[in-house]
């Protein structure tokens, strides 16, 4: 069935809530393990049916924020979803205190309890209206950037339609993009301030009333954190700073040279060359087509799963109005499929939505015959390095989509991930910051990232640029708003792809052997177990860091454009 073709129906929330409470009595008086599989077996039915449908509206909601039915649709979840956690919470107590827990373990594996006991201790019926306001007002921000209508050069754009010109050739142009996003965001900066002041005050009051002393403490139980810690990260955050912003700087030192501009502003940062990025040759048809083509020779698994996501239309990549801006891949779990949103802007970004976001979708594939649902899906540090992994993997085939262009493709692909990683950590230590100090002002925020700017991106220059030259950057990243703690999962994620790109090198047949070890384990190991199993260092191993820097830093430059 073609995703167009599926009906959504809302689910009776009040008859699921009610079988949660009898799985939950059955579970607690069970005799035998069997008991226990049976009942876990229809809750996995039951909940494979709610989060299809939750997926269904989502996906429809952000195709077009405008329709009114979805948009509904989207608050109902928003609403019901903290309440469903509570009896789903007390559904897991059940499990994780039964008896019988030995015979759960030996069959589902011993990982799903370690992350049950982490996620008992995010819940208590008492944060229930916070959870609502905070999906309140996550929905609130994302209408609000879905909705911009930016007046430039003689049209009105969205936000993703504005990026292919902050990389024009022309540095007239790209400085006039920039200043015409920043004016969209610094004409709601007060709004955008005030949601995020609530986020902040509504995340901490929940871990308050969890016993936390933090939300970063609540954040990283949250997003199960299962194999490290917050010290770990701190530490894995001072190797970046020490092993790859002083390359990063040298890069952009040889930018700066390459496009002929010795005064590098902000708006001159993603412009890598002076005859312009390399653009994905052809219109939006013809960039899928060649992904078709791409996937069905990496692989014989790659060709099955591209031929169904063409054949039942999971994918959503043009821009348009009302469309939400960004990027994801969701499941869509009694049907099997994932489904794959874009907006394509005519940059290399599209050929990024086919490999990055495929990755995910590959991965959701790949691991739809696991038993458990919560067995199908890892940690999100390590769901990124199935996407992140893949766009190396594709790099045989990238001349399906640069053409000519295709060795200028793959440098400024692996200048950009290197590039990345200090960002990414200083969106990680602003959020540590932020929930560590929950009284900080907007104005303080600000300066904080000021600070960060000048340890991750001292290159960076937007001073006299609207919003970005007020420290207010951040503001137009929505996993600080939506998915808070969440990004460092893509600078973990990025390390480990480095290092099956290294791989790649000298054995592509090895590397995705490898790489496809780590995808088909599901979640059903730790992020570090994964790479064990895959053969590649984690991001924890003393060094691993500088060896995997020191080896695209070679590369970029024996590939010098």
């Not at 007060?190 to 609540?218: P, W």
């Not at 199960?224 to 970046?240: A, D």
């Not at 020490?242 to 990063?248: C, L, M, T």
Request: net charge negative.
């Amino acid at each position: 069935m073609k995703f167009s073709e599926i009906a959504y129906k809302r689910p009776d929330t009040d008859s699921i809530m009610k079988q949660y409470d009898s799985f939950s009595e059955q579970i607690s008086s069970a005799t035998k393990a069997s008991t226990i599989f049976n009942i876990v077996s229809e809750h996995e039915k039951i909940s494979s049916e709610y989060e299809t449908m939750n997926a269904i509206a989502y996906i429809r909601h952000t195709l077009n924020t405008n329709d009114n039915f979805y948009t509904k649709e989207k608050a109902f979840y928003d609403e019901v979803e903290p309440l469903l956690q509570e009896k789903k919470h007390t559904f897991m107590l059940a499990l994780n205190s039964s008896p019988f827990r030995a015979d759960l373990e030996n069959r589902y594996g011993k990982l799903i309890f370690k992350n049950i006991d982490l996620s008992l201790k995010t819940f208590s019926p008492e944060i229930i209206p916070d959870l609502q306001e905070e999906n309140r007002l996550t929905s609130e921000y994302q209408k609000l950037i879905a909705s911009a209508q930016i007046p430039f050069n003689g049209q009105t754009l969205t936000i993703s339609q504005l990026a292919a010109y902050k990389q024009d050739p022309d540095r007239n142009v790209r400085m006039c993009a920039y200043t015409a996003e920043g004016n969209f965001y610094m004409s709601h900066a007060g709004k955008l301030d005030d949601i995020f002041d609530k986020l902040v005050k509504c995340r901490t009051n929940m871990a308050k009333k969890l016993g936390f002393s933090s939300y970063t403490e609540l954040a990283y139980l949250i997003r199960l954190r299962n194999c490290y810690n917050s010290e770990m990260v701190k530490i894995f955050r001072e190797q970046i700073v020490n092993e790859i912003v002083p390359i990063v700087v040298s890069l952009k030192k040889k930018q700066s040279e390459r496009i002929g501009i010795p005064d590098m502003k902000l708006y001159d940062d993603p412009f890598s060359f002076k005859e312009g990025n390399p653009h994905p040759v052809g219109t939006a048809d013809d960039i899928l087509a060649a992904g078709k083509r791409m996937y069905s020779e990496m692989s014989p698994e790659t060709k099955e799963f591209i031929e169904l996501m063409y054949d039942k239309e999971l994918l959503d990549v043009i821009s348009r109005k009302g469309k939400a801006v960004g990027g994801y891949c969701i499941e869509i779990p009694s049907f099997g499929y994932p489904f794959i949103f874009s907006n394509f802007n005519g940059t290399s970004g599209d050929v990024e939505v086919l490999t990055h976001e495929a990755g995910h979708a590959y991965a959701a594939y790949r691991a739809n015959s696991i038993e458990l649902l919560e067995n199908r899906s890892p940690t999100m540090e390590s769901c990124e390095t199935h996407s992140m992994s893949m766009e190396f993997m594709a790099w045989r085939w990238l001349d399906l989509f640069y053409g000519n262009d295709t060795d200028r493709a793959k440098y400024m692909h692996l200048e950009k991930s290197l590039v990345f990683l200090p960002y990414g950590c200083m969106v990680d230590h602003f959020q540590h910051i932020v929930y560590d100090n929950p009284d900080l002002t907007p104005s303080q925020r600000h300066e904080e990232w000021k600070k960060l700017e000048k340890i991750y991106r001292p290159y960076i220059d937007a001073e006299g640029i609207p919003f970005y030259g007020e420290g207010r950057t951040w503001q137009r990243q929505l996993h600080i708003y939506q998915h808070p703690f969440y990004y460092i999962d893509y600078c973990l994620a990025q390390t480990v792809a480095l290092n099956f790109w290294a791989l790649t090198q000298k054995d592509f047949d090895d590397a995705w052997k490898r790489y496809n070890a780590f995808v088909c384990e599901g979640g059903k190991l730790t992020f570090t177990e994964l790479c064990e199993v895959a053969g590649v260092a984690s991001p924890f191993v003393p060094g691993s860091i500088k060896a995997t820097a020191e080896t695209a830093r070679t590369w970029l430059e024996s590939n010098a454009k």
